[in-house]
């Protein structure tokens, strides 16, 4: 690469909170790629970008980390213990990516935040408007960037939905469907540590939650706004079927149009699929405009394998290579790649143009202009995690025998508020505006 750049002169640190299923996926596939090529664009030159330190609960999997790696990685800190995400902090940090359990988000990022650290959060974000709050307040006040991770966004089949949205070819969505099934492994077996009392819709829903408001949203000139929620969902193979751990949910968003109309949009979601399934995951999605229709299936979209003694399990039958996969390319390199990696690439490309892009008294408007990406940025979030705010305690009031209940948004008594069946009865979720 040809550059006038001191290629010693400008890095990035990276801490990493969380070693399980999406760090393995595409975390550890971007910094090794990351450490054998670095960072390059125009706007900031070239930029070396080092995993410094891991943290997690025990340790194990950071200590198998550094022994599979070897060279690909580089050295790391392994943190562990009740004090990990306090030695990661104590190293020479410059961006933190938060990819724990969904309820434990909130805590490494604040702190992090609170160390002046720019923050990468895996969706959801946070599970409540009042920690969101907290959060961007923080990193208004340390001057770093706040982001979240919406992969699904970056998938090439969204990317033209939106852009179809965008340029005025498909108008006025009247109605959606959208379903993301996984299978029990997920539920029985990966998060078996840390599912009780957790749902499948905060885990997964938020990716179309995200893709709707997105796709359809205030951003747009005649957007709709979001104004209601309502959820229901089933009980009794992942847990009791009286308890409070989710099988699956069945999701639905009413959105408001400033002309009066609304469109509704269900989202449909589990983690019981039999592993047998021929694919990873079922995903599919419709979406009906007052001029089309927009079907995908991400399940179906071109390839098909049978492979004796592999076929369903070690190898999907109908596997999603656009996601992430790993590649012999035609020159002869080995590669992981996907958009399930370019859009934690992207990340670090905007941490980089902020510190790297200009002269240091420019760098709150490289900041400004960071902030300002909806699809990423925290201030962007707040749909999103109102929904998933208003179906926990939706679903909560379900388990404690209350099922029906609705949440209304932005309405006189408050941002979000839960009404139940029967008797006046509200329940103030949230008394600001989403």
Known sequence: MQ???????HRLRAGMVGLGMIFDETYRPLFEQLHREGLYRRGFGFVSVELTAVASRTGVRGERLRQSAGSRLGPFVNCSGDKAIEQLLAQPVD?????????????????????GK????????VLRLQELDELQALAQKQHVLAKVVYHKLADPDHKKLRTHVVEGVLRHVNNGYCSLLEPKQISGQQFAEWIT???PGTYVAVHYIKLIDFTFGPALPDGARLARIHATGQRGLVGPANGPTWDSVQLQMIYSYPDGREAAFDIHTSWV???????????????????????????KRGVEVTVEGQTPHAIKNTPNHHYNATFLEPWGERSQRGYGIEVLHRFFEEAAYVEFGGPADEREERLRQMRALTYNDLSADRPTVATVQAMEAILQRHAAGQPGCVVSVNEPLGGLVLRAPGPAEVEVLYPGSV
Do not use: M
């Open 3 to 9: 550059t006038s750049v001191n290629l010693n002169a």
């Open 95 to 115: 961006v933190v990516c938060v990819a724990t359990p969904d309820d434990r988000h909130f805590d490494a990022a604040r702190r992090a935040l609170q160390a």
């Open 118 to 125: 720019h923050v990468l959060i895996e969706k959801p974000s």
């Open 197 to 199: 009392g957790r749902n």
């Open 273 to 299: 699929t039999p592993d047998n399934f021929p694919g990873y995951v079922e995903q599919e999605v419709q979406f009906r405009f007052d001029n089309g229709v927009w079907n995908a299936h991400q399940r």
